[in-house]
């Protein structure tokens, strides 16, 4: 016969053990899966400098953006004073038009001939036709000069209008790169935040350390590629020390094409604002072994980095958040080219 016994229930003791053993095993797998290992200082230090070399990136961007803004305003600026003096000489037009036609009214408000046939003095009336005529003519040269006035003036106001919607898009571009270069400037502190106080003291160290060292250099003896570019070097000589900002241009702090435009200024000099657009003036030179003092150097594919050669194998520039002006090894960054300014 078959049992009908119900199975041994198990007992209490033995479900606790066994439910808080699962639990632990649990527990123990979320936080083996969690646990990730805490980066190095120096895996956190080669992260922060990325995030500075894309900040520079943006800062470059920003500059461009910067400097169109400028250059857009100014035009902007021009047009609506044009606009102004031209309406201004529109307005004086009509008002000489109108007295043109007063003074037709008050000539010819009768048909000639009747005037003529009425006259007691048919020489009188003859030169009065006369003048009348004249004023003929002055009334349509004023038509004609108003709406040529009219034309142009609708120009400048499409020219303007045009300007305008320009600058606002230069804004919005130029607010949309600042935001670009905080957010990588704050992904940059989050990291090294997320240190010991003793590793964050460490690299504080260390760069001041590569700041001081690099103030000075061997230059060799290096002649300046020319006058002008001499004089643009020794301005920049007189920065080093200075610290990186980015969007800076002097004279207290710099970001690297703001340093080299700030130089050459001091040389009685203008060149271009931005890494980019200085690396399409002068003279290119494609060698470094050809490269002398004060030629400017560019780095990186996207040029978004330049400085001067100094000589010797070294460059003065600015390098990026967290350092000064100072001098480096041209080999430090992927050189592209000079130019000879």
Not at 207 to 215: F, K, L, M, V
Not at 231 to 258: E, L, R
Not at 293 to 308: K, N, P
Request: charge should be positive; aromatic fraction near 6%.
């Amino acid at each position: 016969m078959a049992s009908h016994r119900r199975p041994k229930q198990p007992g209490r003791t033995r479900v606790t053990v066994l439910t808080a053993t699962a639990a632990a095993a649990v527990a123990l797998t979320s936080q083996t899966a969690q646990a990730d290992p805490k980066p190095s200082k120096s895996e956190v230090k080669a992260k922060v400098d990325k995030l500075y070399e894309e900040a520079e990136k943006a800062t470059e961007k920003f500059n461009g953006a910067k400097e169109r803004q400028g250059k857009l305003q100014k035009q902007v600026d021009t047009l609506q004073d044009e606009v102004a003096r031209g309406q201004d000489d529109l307005n004086d037009l009509r008002d000489k038009l109108g007295s043109v036609a007063s003074a037709q009214y008050r000539s010819g408000g009768m048909d000639p001939s009747l005037q003529l046939f009425l006259s007691s003095d048919p020489d009188t009336f003859l030169d009065k036709a006369s003048a009348l005529d004249h004023l003929g003519d002055k009334q349509q040269e004023a038509i004609a000069e108003i709406q040529n006035k009219q034309r142009a003036l609708a120009q400048q106001r499409k020219e303007a209008q045009g300007k305008l919607t320009d600058l606002a898009d230069t804004r919005k571009e130029l607010g949309t790169k600042k935001r670009e270069v905080q957010t990588k400037l704050a992904e940059a502190q989050k990291l090294l935040n997320s240190l010991s106080v003793q590793e964050r003291k460490a690299i504080k160290a260390e760069e001041t350390r590569a700041n001081r060292a690099n103030q000075r250099a061997d230059l060799g003896e290096s002649k300046p590629a020319s006058g002008r570019a001499s004089s643009a070097f020794a301005a920049g000589q007189s920065k080093i020390g200075t610290p990186y900002v980015y969007g800076a241009s002097g004279p207290n702090s710099f970001d690297c094409s703001g340093f080299t435009s700030w130089s050459f200024a001091q040389a009685g000099i203008s060149i271009p604002r931005t890494s980019q657009a200085q690396a399409g003036i002068g003279t290119r030179i494609n060698s470094q072994s050809d490269l002398r003092q004060g030629d400017l150097v560019f780095f990186y594919g996207d040029l978004h980095h330049v400085g001067f050669y100094a000589g010797n194998g070294q460059i003065l520039h600015s390098p990026r958040t967290g350092a000064v002006v100072r001098y480096e090894s041209i080999n430090n960054m992927p050189f592209q080219f000079g130019v000879r300014v």
